[in-house]
């Protein structure tokens, strides 16, 4: 699960011990921006109609996003990237009819292998 938060060290500091006495958390990760990877996937399902299904594979192509499920009268599109991206690529789809949306949040991981925690088989 990745957390996002923001304050001054007192407050983030009280994030971190709140959400280690939580029970099933295993370690804590503290992503500093230049040092780690941030990522978010968005489902789309927008209506298309035959006509309109052309613009919309356009779009998608050009944000590096597939169509994953071709319906008659809609598209479902999958998008990863960061929030900016997914954001912008929403705003040109705002002259189509966005049935359903689901987003998953940021998702983050550190750079490099330094800060890995090994849990075992557990």
């Given at each position: ?31 500093q ?49 960061n ?40």
């Amino acid at each position: 699960m990745t957390i996002v938060a923001s304050g001054d060290e007192l407050i983030l500091e009280q994030i971190e011990k709140q959400v280690a006495k939580l029970a099933d958390v295993r370690d804590i990760k503290i992503l500093q921006p230049e040092d780690s990877v941030y990522r978010e996937l968005a489902l789309i399902k927008v209506r298309a109609s035959s006509e309109q299904r052309q613009g919309i594979v356009a779009m998608a192509n050009v944000f590096r996003a597939s169509i994953i499920d071709v319906a008659p009268e809609s598209l479902i599109i999958e998008l990863t990237g960061n929030q900016d991206k997914i954001s912008a690529f929403l705003g040109l789809l705002s002259g189509y009819e966005i049935l359903e949306l689901a987003r998953t949040g940021i998702a983050g991981l550190g750079r490099g292998i330094e800060n890995v925690t090994y849990l075992g088989n557990e």
